[in-house]
């Protein structure tokens, strides 16, 4: 009688179970009846038909990371990289996730190699690196467009890690150093350009400032010149016109006429007393009838011994 009951409350247990389905947050589960699509429960408890209704599918509804394994790519430029990379997805339609692909997450990572290649191949390995975010674009555009009839959503994806073979290595370091060499020797090349450029300016306003030097010096010379001319001729008008102004006063003719003698005389002496050779005058001799009619005329010459020397 004991084991009836028991048998009986293991069964009511049993039911139970196969009855209520406690659904949690993080999932959407799929149900049939009788082998056929009946509903998608979310987060909730539920009361099934036993026998009748199966959980046939538990999908996951948060975001899923995928792990896409490294693999050998041959770049447009013909070099052989090992790429590897991380894909973002998340089930939007819980039932194409079930019945629209057998297994979505191996599929979207074997679409996420062969597009990563493809991607890859039609650019070159410089590429790759200044534009890794063109390339992830792209490979997100392709499995998206791949995987809308799967339910499945991918939101991201980034290239990990990028290895080309040792011997590129060594070639990308040694063009990389012919760079940095090029660049270095158009710098130098510049540099010295500059300096050229730089000195031959320093001479060209330095002659330009002498030729303005000199020319300024002969402007003011000249106005030197000119200005002590004017002075000179100034004072020669002065000195006539006081000349002509005693001229015209008594006397003044006598004495301009014994100044000219004078000054005719100191000449005279200055000629012959300079020179190794005696000269003459050939008016020698009418020099002292001139003086002779000058004391003569002048009363202020008469006793005079001026010209007696």
Do not use: C
Request: aromatic share 6%; hydrophobic share 40%; charged share 30%.
């Amino acid at each position: 009688m004991l084991s009836f009951y028991s048998g009986v409350i293991i069964f009511i247990l049993f039911m139970i179970f196969k009855t209520i389905i406690i659904v949690s947050e993080r999932e959407n589960v799929i149900i049939e009846r009788l082998g056929k699509y009946l509903r998608t429960l979310t987060p909730g408890i539920y009361f099934l038909i036993p026998y009748f209704d199966s959980v046939a599918y538990k999908q996951e509804m948060r975001e899923q990371v995928i792990d896409i394994p490294s693999q050998g790519v041959i770049t447009k430029d013909n070099i052989q990289v090992e790429v590897d990379g991380l894909l973002y997805l998340k089930v939007m339609d819980p039932k194409k996730a079930s019945y629209g692909i057998g297994n979505y997450l191996a599929a979207t990572n074997n679409l996420a190699q062969t597009t990563m290649r493809s991607e890859v191949g039609k650019i070159t390995l410089g590429a790759i690196f200044s534009e890794r975010e063109e390339v992830n674009a792209k490979i997100i555009s392709e499995i998206d467009k791949a995987s809308d009839p799967w339910g499945v959503k991918v939101l991201r994806y980034e290239i990990k890690d990028i290895s080309p073979s040792k011997h590129v290595v060594d070639t990308l370091e040694k063009q990389m150093e012919a760079e940095r060499e090029k660049r270095a020797e158009i710098t130098r090349a510049t540099a010295e350009k500059e300096k050229l450029i730089n000195v031959s300016e320093g001479q060209r306003q330095q002659a330009i400032n002498i030729s303005e030097g000199e020319k300024q010096k002969r402007i003011n010379e000249a106005k030197g010149k000119a200005e002590g001319i004017k002075l000179i001729a100034e004072s020669t008008a002065k000195s006539l016109t006081l000349v002509g102004e005693s001229i015209n006063l008594d006397g003044g003719n006598e004495a301009l006429k014994m100044r000219l003698v004078d000054q005719y005389i100191d000449q005279i002496d200055e000629v012959l007393g300079g020179g190794d050779v005696s000269l003459f005058p050939a008016n020698l001799a009418s020099l002292k009838g001139i003086v002779d009619e000058l004391k003569n005329n002048n009363p202020i010459l008469k006793g005079s011994n001026h010209v007696d020397r």
